[in-house]
């Protein structure tokens, strides 16, 4: 017989120490079963197409039983004191009305990305009784299935239209704003947090991005919403922010590919957070419960990717720009790799100021940032450095190198969007600081200066010139 012995003298020392008592022990038996059904699920139907459908509902249930239980075991949360909810509740309102009207016609009709969209989640999601495409698989351009069931849902409640298929996007954009105001203030404080909001709710290039019907703008809801809860949880000795966290974390690697990004700088926050107070001993039950909720929710995705890599990498391989035939379209014969390295690096960095977007997501003929925008934002980048601020300048840089320098025809769009939170952070520093220098006037004077050169661009030059790309009807009815 085994001698078990040590491994459980260990594991009374470690209760002891994280102070770990039967409600703890039960509620962590909890997740673990939750663990068990998640991966399960995953491991039987992984390589399936066509599920009964009951997988969804069963992994959903799972989910929110480990969360809740976690959460009964992490105590009552901190209080939370929204001194600025009268200006968050009215830039909301505002931020509703610029991506929610008239969305049938602005920014025009559909790209084909949201034709292709809107056409496979009316016939593969729930369309024949009794089957449905798999959620925990990749479909089209290897996006992850189960953001097909939001757009279902999106076209069930606002009808089979335009308005329905770009609803959901409106309310990500909506909520984008509460989880980057959450961001700021646990990493910065109040007032640039609401400046920075102030800007995204009319900043011309996340509007645009919230009335497309694709799942893009999500990363600017869940990347930032994740870092805020884990940072929020841990300044407050508060483990239910590392379980929420978790979830966000999850759930956002079932949306945009980009997401991915999210991770690295979920990391880069733990280590810093971590390297402040060095205390391993409170972070380490941060860091457990956070991976606990995470492959929790992610496990049934994770498994169809090591079952079967090739569909769920697809997509990477065919916007790599590092091929040879690229770099020889780019540069000409022979290829010339350092040629291409600059060509790269140079359009990945001007995009924000100088390089315009060359996809027909967009294509607004001019950088993400324009006017006034252009200098602020650099000069937040570098103030940022100079104030050890590192966050949202690791995640600009990782942005350009995930999603410009290392793809093909930078800069796309697409691959950008999730930088926005970081951007409009950037960019709200510098007004932040002339404000706390006794020149406020001249602050509000900017962020209105902005703003209307966001909106008058967005709604009076580019959506009157025909978005190139933005032509087709909705699909005809299955």
């Not at 009964?72 to 610029?98: C, K, N, Y």
């Not at 706390?436 to 050169?453: C, D, E, K, N």
Request: hydrophobic share 55%; charged share 10%; glycine share 8%.
């Amino acid at each position: 017989m085994p001698d078990f012995s040590k491994a459980k003298t260990r594991i009374g020392e470690l209760s002891k120490e994280y102070r770990v008592d039967d409600h703890w022990t039960m509620f962590l038996f909890v997740a673990l079963g939750g663990l068990f059904v998640s991966f399960s699920i995953g491991f039987a139907y992984a390589l399936h197409i066509s599920v009964a459908g009951w997988q969804l509902w069963t992994w959903l249930l799972t989910v929110i039983v480990v969360i809740g239980a976690l959460l009964m075991g992490a105590g009552r949360p901190p209080s939370i004191t929204v001194l600025d909810w009268r200006w968050i509740l009215a830039i909301l309102l505002v931020a509703v009305v610029l991506r929610a009207a008239f969305l049938e016609t602005i920014p025009g009709g559909l790209h084909v990305d949201e034709y292709g969209v809107a056409d496979f989640s009316l016939r593969h999601i729930f369309a024949t009784a009794g089957e449905t495409l798999n959620p925990f698989r990749t479909g089209p351009a290897s996006h992850p299935s189960l953001y097909h069931y939001l757009v279902r849902l999106s076209l069930f409640i606002g009808g089979t239209s335009i308005t329905g298929l770009r609803l959901s996007s409106v309310i990500a954009g909506v909520i984008a704003l509460l989880a980057t105001y959450a961001m700021v203030v646990v990493y910065d404080n109040r007032r640039t947090a609401l400046i920075s909001i102030v800007l995204m709710a009319g900043y011309h290039f996340h509007i645009h991005w919230s009335r497309i019907g694709l799942n893009n703008i999500w990363d600017t809801l869940w990347v930032p919403a994740t870092l805020a809860l884990f940072a929020w949880g841990w300044k407050n000795n508060w483990l239910g922010g590392a379980i929420l966290a978790g979830a966000t974390a999850g759930i956002s690697q079932y949306f945009y590919p980009g997401s991915r990004l999210g991770l690295i700088l979920l990391a880069f926050v733990i280590w810093r957070l971590w390297r402040e107070e060095r205390d391993t001993r409170r972070m380490v039950p941060h860091v457990l419960l956070l991976a606990i909720v995470a492959l929790c929710v992610v496990a049934p995705l994770m498994l169809f990717a090591i079952q079967d890599p090739v569909p769920f990498f697809e997509r990477t391989r065919t916007v790599f720009g590092w091929q040879p035939e690229i770099i020889t379209r780019v540069t000409g014969t022979p290829p010339d790799r350092l040629a291409y390295a600059w060509h790269q690096l140079w359009r990945s960095v001007g995009a924000f100021i100088s390089v315009p977007d060359v996809t027909g997501f967009y294509g607004p003929r001019v950088p993400f940032l324009i006017g006034l925008a252009a200098p602020l934002f650099a000069a937040g980048f570098f103030w940022a450095i100079y104030k050890r601020r590192l966050l949202p300048v690791v995640w600009i840089i990782l942005t350009v190198f995930l999603g410009g320098f290392l793809l093909s025809d930078p800069p796309g769009s697409s691959h950008y969007v999730i930088a926005i939170p970081a951007i409009v952070w950037l960019m709200a520093m510098p007004l932040d600081w002339l404000y706390s220098q006794g020149h406020p006037r001249l602050a509000f004077a900017l962020i209105f200066l902005i703003l209307v050169t966001d909106f008058v661009f967005y709604f009076t030059i580019y959506v009157p010139s025909g978005p190139r790309d933005l032509i087709h009807p909705f699909p005809p009815l299955p």
